[in-house]
């Protein structure tokens, strides 16, 4: 059997809720990820994702440098312990359509992260597994159209005229 502890990374970087949306966008072009989570000291409390600054911080037109990390990150978290079945995680992901968990103690402190990519580089064999989740993780979703904004429009691109858009040179 194997265990998210065979597969994890450790040592993740965090940021703090008060650190600013910028500075989470600044980390991740860093260090070439999309998601970090948030912890109060070791306690993890939140993961904002790349996804989190565009829906919550650009498209509500946030000042980036003021607004903190508590005002967009996620906080109903789905964790993984460094105990649980590879298996297991890899059917949580894909029913939540995550590509990445972190890592908790029994205290909810932070030890890690699990990713897709860890498990199918760390865990051979597992391959059908790893893309039965991934097709789970990227089946699409409904958009939700209950609120429009100013980014509204017809579908297929174009204007509302139905004349095409003149593209910037």
Same mark, same amino acid.
């Given at each position: 059997?194997?265990?998210?502890?065979?597969?994890?990374?450790?040592?993740?970087?965090?940021?703090?809720?008060?650190?600013?949306?910028?500075?989470?966008?600044?980390?991740?072009?860093?260090?070439?990820?999309?998601?970090?989570? $948030?912890?109060?000291?070791?306690? !993890? =409390? /939140?993961? &904002?994702?790349?996804? @989190? #600054?565009?829906?919550?911080?650009?498209?509500? %037109?946030?000042?980036?440098?003021?607004?903190?990390?508590?005002?967009?990150?996620?906080?109903?978290?789905?964790?993984?312990?460094?105990?649980?079945?590879?298996?297991?995680?890899?059917?949580?992901?894909?029913?939540?359509?995550?590509?990445?968990?972190?890592? $908790?103690?029994?205290?909810?402190? !932070? =030890? /890690?992260? &699990?990713?897709?990519? @860890? #498990?199918?580089?760390?865990?051979?064999?597992? %391959?059908?597994?790893?893309?039965?989740?991934?097709?789970?993780?990227?089946?699409?979703?409904?958009?939700?159209?209950?609120?429009?904004?100013?980014?509204?429009?017809?579908?297929?691109?174009?204007?509302?005229?139905?004349?095409?858009?003149?593209?910037?040179?």
């Amino acid at each position: 059997m194997t265990t998210v502890a065979d597969v994890m990374t450790r040592g993740v970087r965090t940021l703090a809720q008060t650190d600013s949306v910028s500075q989470a966008a600044q980390a991740m072009d860093e260090l070439n990820v999309g998601v970090i989570p $948030v912890c109060d000291g070791e306690k !993890l =409390v /939140g993961m &904002v994702t790349d996804r @989190d #600054i565009v829906v919550r911080g650009v498209a509500q %037109e946030c000042d980036l440098k003021a607004t903190k990390l508590a005002d967009v990150m996620s906080t109903n978290v789905r964790c993984a312990t460094e105990e649980q079945d590879i298996d297991e995680i890899l059917g949580q992901m894909g029913d939540s359509q995550i590509r990445r968990m972190p890592v $908790v103690d029994a205290n909810k402190r !932070l =030890v /890690g992260i &699990v990713s897709l990519g @860890d #498990i199918a580089d760390k865990n051979p064999g597992d %391959e059908m597994d790893v893309a039965n989740s991934l097709a789970e993780i990227s089946s699409p979703a409904k958009p939700d159209r209950a609120s429009q904004s100013q980014a509204s429009g017809p579908a297929g691109g174009g204007s509302a005229d139905g004349k095409p858009r003149r593209q910037p040179s």
